[in-house]
């Protein structure tokens, strides 16, 4: 985060309550980040120990949420935080949202690693791909938090268009595969939803990019098309 975000009041004590709660949401980050990873090796390699760690440690995700959140409601209450800072705040609350919600479509991508059949490894290729590109996502969102980067926050905006035509795609390809064997079918639909969780988690990194512009630029862009975001973000306040 912008040291000068954090480094200007007048109490240092709020600015280590506004470190701590900053840094708890990146480790809560980086959680949600290794739980990406881990289901999709667990999908690739018809890992099922692994989709099974994946599935049974999301409750670290929405402990860190409550904490956080938790910790957010006692700054405003003792502070009563203004402006910039209570952006801050306010932001810190909407993106553990996010991250809690991309940790339970990590889940859900588990436990469709736990149900895969090994055979099946070329219908996952281009699952896979889309799947390091999300998490790719995941990880420039939260640098873009990280460091109140707009134009890192816009680049993760135009990716999730990208992953809107990916998604489209995969589903068509599933659905041949589908019509080629109907014993396909069980299986086929279970990629069908590991790719719609793929696809939701890069609708909640967009989310965070907009926070972020919500937090430097005091504008809420949320249902904005891509061009009023980036006029909005590299507009004045």
């Known amino acids: 985060m912008d040291k000068n975000r954090v480094g200007q009041h007048i109490s240092a004590e709020f600015n280590q309550e506004l470190t701590v709660i900053i840094n708890r949401v990146l480790l809560m980050g980086g959680l949600v980040e290794q739980q990406i990873k881990d289901a999709l090796e667990a999908l ?14 999301d409750y670290k995700i929405n402990a860190l949420e409550v904490a956080i959140d938790e910790e957010c409601m006692q700054v405003i209450v003792r502070r009563q935080p203004a402006a910039s800072d209570l952006r801050l705040i306010v932001t810190v609350i909407k993106v553990i949202t996010d991250l809690e919600r991309i940790g339970d479509e990590a889940e859900a991508i588990g436990q469709v ?58 589903l068509r390809q599933l659905i041949t595969y589908m019509m080629e064997d109907p014993r396909n079918i069980s299986g086929t639909i279970n990629l069908m939803w590991a790719a719609r969780s793929l696809e939701r988690i890069a609708d909640h990194a967009r989310n965070i990019a907009e926070y972020i512009i919500f937090l430097v630029k005091g504008r809420d862009v949320r249902h904005l098309s891509l061009e009023q975001m980036e006029k909005a973000a590299r507009g004045g306040q």
């Open 44 to 57: 690739n390699d018809a890992n099922k120990q692994l989709g099974a760690v994946v599935v049974t440690t």
């Open 113 to 170: 690693a736990l149900a895969r059949n090994a055979t099946d490894d070329s219908v996952y290729v281009n699952l896979i791909t889309m799947g390091r590109y999300v998490r790719q996502m995941v990880r420039n969102a939260l640098d873009a938090f990280a460091r109140t980067d707009l134009e890192l926050a816009l680049e993760v905006a135009r990716d999730e268009e990208i992953v809107d035509r990916e998604y489209e795609s995969i």
